[in-house]
C-alpha cells in the first residue's frame, strides 16, 4: 500500500497523533511543519488553539516542540518552494490547511506524514486514495 493512502483528513489538533505514539522518545525535540497561504499574524488564533492543543499532550514549544510556520502570503506559487524549506529543516510532519497546500506537499514528497484541514474532496482530487470508514466511531 502506498504512503499516501495513509493521509488521513482529521482536524489540526489530531496533528499531535503521530507524535503521541512515539511519546517515549522524551529527549527529542518534534518539528511540525505548518504550511499555509495566510500570513502568521492573521492565522494567530488558529495557531494558538494548535499550540494549546498540542501542550495538552505534553508538547510545548521551546521544550519539545518546534513548529516551522511558512506561509505563501497569498500567493500559491510559492508554496512549492515553502515546501522544500520545510524538507530540508527535516520536519516530523506536515500540518495544511487547505487544497493548494496538501497538493504542494503531495506532489513533494510521499514520505512525511501529512495532517490536512479544509481540503476540497481528498479523493477526488488524489490526495488520497480513500477514507477508511472505521465502524466503531
Known sequence: MRRREFITLVGAVA???????RA???DKIW?????????LELNATNLAAFRKGLREFGYVGGENLVIEYRSAEGHHERLPDLVS???RLKVD????????????????TSTIP????AVDHPVRS????????????
Open 15 to 21: 496533528a499531535v497523533w503521530p507524535l503521541a505514539v
Open 114 to 117: 501529512v495532517v490536512m484541514t
Open 31 to 39: 518539528r511540525i511543519g505548518m504550511l499555509d497561504t495566510v500570513s
Open 24 to 26: 517515549q522518545q522524551v
Open 93 to 108: 510532519l506536515i500540518a495544511v490547511r487547505g487544497t493548494p497546500e496538501v497538493m504542494a506537499v503531495k506532489d513533494a
Open 126 to 137: 488524489g490526495v488520497v486514495a480513500n477514507l477508511p470508514h472505521r465502524p466503531d466511531v
Open 85 to 87: 524549506e520545510l524538507l
